[in-house]
């Protein structure tokens, strides 16, 4: 056992030592400049030393910042870190009328600014990730959203028993309503007043809400022990009927104890006409999700369902459907989606536009609205939000267009009579983009033209080099703004079949 041992000892001895980072060591707090922006959202600092220079991104921060972060990944050439505080902010920034909240980390700089970030971070991604030559020559025009500020028809308010103090700087308990302190998973903030990204009326009185809360006895969540009755306060808004649709999201514990209904003649004493419904889900599961796998949702006062409008087609959204978060922006996109589908000067003769990856059908309806001749066909994996599709159809009276339940790699395979037939494919994944093999089968069908929509430009531009590389060329595209103050940019190409 002892030569074991020696033999062991002098393995550990002779195994080559990972160096140490000269410029930081992970979980440190650093103060650093920011200097420049990347895609995504992140600020690019630089520490330089004896040693050299070394990069540091730190996601929502911009240029001209000095920001306290802490470094979370730690590599040879560079390190990434959270951002903590901004210890002195750009000379860019402006003062604002709202409470700053982690889901606005831009709200303070000028919007033309943001939108040249956006830009000039998107055509890096194209250009060096999708390997698109003369980028510019591609650029159709750069989409502004209509409504700056309170633009988002959805919020999620968490519920928290520890909130900040931000006299103190420091964690304390505390009853709060809000949104999570940025980079702390586990600690709550209050919201005291308007943000500028959703309803200012109901925002003004959230802290009316969450005294009605407290003042029940019950506990919010306390995430560390994974405990608590109130967990979140879920409302989406109807900009075209002016509705508010709410939904209490708590544990089990107390279900039986807490008066439901009484909450929710509460809130259509605060809110008027305005109030549309109350909806109730028990989530006892740990994970930081607002609906949970194993949980229920059940109607306690009012509609469980509301009514927006989309280029003069209406949609009923239940608290569970996707729906487009900014619909005003989103009529300019699906305009933009529309005006690239008839680019195609025979759309209308025997073809098939093919819609994958529908959810709702939003814009499958809307070019089939467009396009009264032309079979519209719309495939999901999702066969809940396909039903909600067929419900929209029938509502807008749309009668040439199909959804269908189905994985779209397969459909072909279960729906023959498509075959040859497909002109025009518009394509709207998630934000992992589209996965390789699916890819493959997308380009197996061979459509002359495809148009696709992306919230997520690195994995588009990705997805850009493998369709050009198989028989397409991107003709155009264009920027879309859904969500100002954020990093977030939505992309709208038009792919060609290159003739053979």
Same mark, same amino acid.
């Given at each position: 056992?002892?030569?074991?041992?020696?033999?062991?000892?002098?393995?550990?001895?002779?195994?080559?030592?990972?160096?140490?980072?000269?410029?930081?060591?992970?979980?440190?707090?650093?103060?650093?400049?920011?200097?420049?922006?990347?895609?995504?959202?992140?600020?690019?600092?630089?520490?330089?030393?004896?040693?050299?220079?070394?990069?540091?991104?730190?996601?929502?921060?911009?240029?001209?910042?000095?920001?306290?972060?802490?470094?979370?990944?730690?590599?040879?050439?560079?390190?990434?870190?959270?951002?903590?505080?901004?210890?002195?902010?750009?000379?860019?920034?402006?003062?604002?009328?709202?409470?700053?909240?982690?889901?606005?980390?831009?709200?303070?700089?000028?919007?033309?600014?943001?939108?040249?970030?956006?830009?000039?971070?998107?055509?890096?991604?194209?250009?060096?990730?999708?390997?698109?030559?003369?980028?510019?020559?591609?650029?159709?025009?750069?989409?502004?959203?209509?409504?700056?500020?309170?633009?988002?028809?959805?919020?999620?308010?968490?519920?928290?028993?520890?909130?900040?103090?931000?006299?103190?700087? $420091?964690?304390?308990?505390?009853?709060? &309503? @809000?949104?999570? %302190?940025?980079?702390?998973?586990? !600690? #709550?903030?209050?919201?005291?007043?308007?943000?500028?990204?959703?309803?200012?009326?109901?925002?003004?009185?959230?802290?009316?809400?969450?005294?009605?809360?407290?003042?029940?006895?019950?506990?919010?969540?306390?995430?560390?022990?994974?405990?608590?009755?109130?967990?979140?306060?879920?409302?989406?808004?109807?900009?075209?009927?002016?509705?508010?649709?709410?939904?209490?999201?708590?544990?089990?514990?107390?279900?039986?104890?807490?008066?439901?209904?009484?909450?929710?003649?509460?809130?259509?004493?605060?809110?008027?006409?305005?109030?549309?419904?109350?909806?109730?889900?028990?989530?006892?599961?740990?994970?930081?999700?607002?609906?949970?796998? $194993?949980?229920?949702?059940?109607?306690? &006062? @009012?509609?469980? %369902?509301?009514?927006?409008?989309? !280029? #003069?087609?209406?949609?009923?959204?239940?608290?569970?459907?996707?729906?487009?978060?900014?619909?005003?922006?989103?009529?300019?996109?699906?305009?933009?989606?529309?005006?690239?589908?008839?680019?195609?000067?025979?759309?209308?003769?025997?073809?098939?536009?093919?819609?994958?990856?529908?959810?709702?059908?939003?814009?499958?309806?809307?070019?089939?609205?467009?396009?009264?001749?032309?079979?519209?066909?719309?495939?999901?994996?999702?066969?809940?939000?396909?039903?909600?599709?067929?419900?929209?159809?029938?509502?807008?009276?749309?009668?040439?267009?199909?959804?269908?339940?189905?994985?779209?790699?397969?459909?072909?395979?279960?729906?023959?009579?498509?075959?040859?037939?497909?002109?025009? &494919?518009?394509?709207?994944?998630?934000?992992?983009?589209?996965?390789?093999?699916?890819?493959?089968?997308?380009?197996?069908?061979?459509?002359?033209?495809?148009?696709?929509?992306?919230?997520?430009?690195?994995?588009?531009?990705?997805?850009?080099?493998?369709?050009?590389?198989?028989?397409?060329?991107?003709?155009?595209?264009?920027?879309?703004?859904?969500?100002?103050?954020?990093?977030?940019?939505?992309?709208?190409?038009?792919?060609?079949?290159?003739?053979?």
């Amino acid at each position: 056992m002892r030569g074991y041992f020696s033999i062991f000892a002098l393995l550990l001895l002779l195994m080559p030592r990972r160096e140490r980072n000269p410029f930081v060591k992970r979980n440190e707090t650093i103060d650093i400049q920011i200097e420049d922006y990347a895609f995504g959202g992140k600020g690019i600092g630089r520490i330089r030393n004896e040693h050299g220079e070394f990069v540091v991104f730190v996601p929502n921060t911009i240029p001209g910042q000095l920001v306290k972060a802490r470094i979370v990944k730690s590599r040879k050439k560079f390190a990434e870190a959270k951002l903590v505080e901004v210890v002195q902010p750009s000379e860019n920034e402006t003062e604002i009328p709202f409470q700053e909240i982690p889901g606005a980390p831009y709200i303070k700089l000028p919007i033309e600014l943001q939108h040249a970030y956006k830009k000039e971070s998107t055509f890096s991604l194209l250009s060096k990730i999708g390997k698109v030559e003369n980028i510019e020559s591609k650029f159709d025009e750069f989409i502004s959203s209509p409504n700056i500020f309170h633009y988002r028809n959805k919020m999620e308010y968490g519920f928290s028993a520890i909130g900040y103090d931000h006299d103190q700087k $420091t964690d304390v308990d505390e009853f709060t &309503l @809000g949104f999570k %302190k940025r980079g702390v998973w586990w !600690l #709550g903030d209050n919201l005291n007043k308007d943000s500028g990204l959703f309803d200012k009326e109901l925002e003004d009185v959230l802290m009316d809400i969450r005294n009605y809360c407290k003042d029940s006895g019950f506990a919010p969540w306390h995430g560390p022990k994974r405990e608590g009755f109130f967990r979140y306060f879920v409302v989406r808004k109807s900009f075209i009927n002016n509705e508010l649709l709410f939904n209490i999201v708590t544990t089990s514990i107390h279900a039986k104890e807490f008066d439901f209904t009484a909450f929710g003649e509460f809130l259509k004493d605060l809110f008027g006409e305005r109030f549309a419904g109350l909806l109730h889900t028990i989530n006892d599961e740990t994970g930081d999700r607002t609906i949970a796998t $194993t949980g229920s949702v059940q109607l306690v &006062l @009012g509609k469980e %369902k509301i009514v927006e409008e989309l !280029l #003069g087609l209406q949609f009923e959204i239940s608290m569970q459907s996707f729906f487009q978060t900014n619909p005003k922006s989103a009529e300019k996109l699906y305009s933009k989606v529309i005006d690239y589908v008839f680019e195609d000067e025979r759309i209308a003769e025997d073809a098939v536009v093919l819609d994958l990856f529908c959810g709702t059908g939003t814009i499958g309806q809307l070019v089939a609205s467009n396009l009264p001749d032309t079979k519209v066909i719309g495939v999901d994996i999702v066969a809940s939000a396909i039903k909600d599709a067929k419900k929209n159809a029938e509502r807008n009276q749309i009668g040439n267009v199909e959804f269908y339940a189905d994985d779209v790699g397969k459909f072909l395979y279960h729906q023959p009579q498509f075959q040859n037939q497909i002109r025009t &494919l518009i394509l709207d994944p998630a934000r992992a983009g589209i996965a390789p093999k699916t890819l493959k089968k997308i380009i197996n069908l061979d459509a002359k033209r495809l148009v696709y929509v992306s919230c997520n430009p690195a994995t588009q531009a990705r997805d850009t080099e493998t369709l050009q590389n198989s028989g397409y060329h991107l003709k155009k595209f264009s920027l879309v703004d859904q969500f100002p103050h954020t990093a977030h940019i939505e992309t709208i190409a038009l792919f060609e079949k290159r003739e053979s």
